[in-house]
């Protein structure tokens, strides 16, 4: 595995903590189980651990399919991408004191348009590896953004529909049964957008090719 991959994942890691530590804490998600807000920030610890292990998972499943690396790395940074997304919409409501209404899909826009952005070079340059055959912009970036908007059009459909449409359940207040609706809008686009990205943006990717035979599993003789 090298060093680069392992560096970038704890780093990940590490920023993917932060941000979801600042998700939580203002959900107060822990205080529900008696626990202190402040462990959440643990995550900052935890998250690079886990992530090195889907790394390494990742790389070991990719001896049978090969795009399993890139999907493990995909993972990944979607944990940071959706932490952005959440976190900036968490950080909207809070400095609006807006919960419901039209505002709230526009929130929602603008987190997941920010995201993206943080998506765009990630995936470029670490996830598919693109970035050592082609610049950044030009027909790639163009292709990239048709992609990612009709994930986002994919989200905020679904979500605002949930948020619309079905009033708060299982004891959730409107706040809670927002990020409920935002998780289902977000699985969604992820699956849209993985395929996209791999089969059309960056379809060339190389870590979706054997680097060597050497990845082969070996026979039994």
């Not at 993917?16 to 998700?23: D, H, M, R, S």
């Not at 993206?116 to 670490?126: A, E, R």
């Amino acid at each position: 595995m090298p060093r680069k991959d392992i560096f970038v994942t704890i780093l990940i890691g590490v920023l993917t903590g932060l941000v979801w530590g600042g998700v939580l804490f203002y959900l107060h998600t822990l205080e529900g189980f008696g626990l202190p807000r402040g462990y959440i920030w643990g995550l900052v610890a935890v998250a690079p651990l886990i992530f090195v292990f889907g790394l390494y998972l990742g790389k070991w499943l990719s001896q049978w399919k090969v795009f399993f690396s890139s999907f493990a790395r995909f993972v990944i940074l979607g944990f940071l991408n959706t932490g952005i997304d959440f976190g900036v919409f968490n950080l909207l409501m809070f400095l609006t004191g807006i919960q419901k209404g039209i505002w709230v899909s526009f929130f929602l826009v603008l987190s997941f348009s920010l995201a993206v952005i943080n998506s765009y070079f990630w995936n470029k340059f670490w996830v598919f590896e693109g970035g050592a055959r082609t610049s950044v912009g030009g027909k790639e970036f163009l292709t990239f953004a048709f992609i990612t908007v009709a994930g986002l059009l994919l989200k905020v459909g679904v979500s605002s529909g949930i948020i619309f449409l079905i009033p708060p359940r299982y004891g959730l207040g409107q706040l809670g049964w927002n990020n409920i609706a935002a998780v289902f809008g977000t699985i969604f686009s992820l699956i849209w957008n993985f395929i996209g990205y791999r089969l059309i943006v960056f379809r060339n990717s190389k870590n979706d090719k054997p680097s060597s035979v050497s990845q082969i599993p070996p026979k039994n003789i």
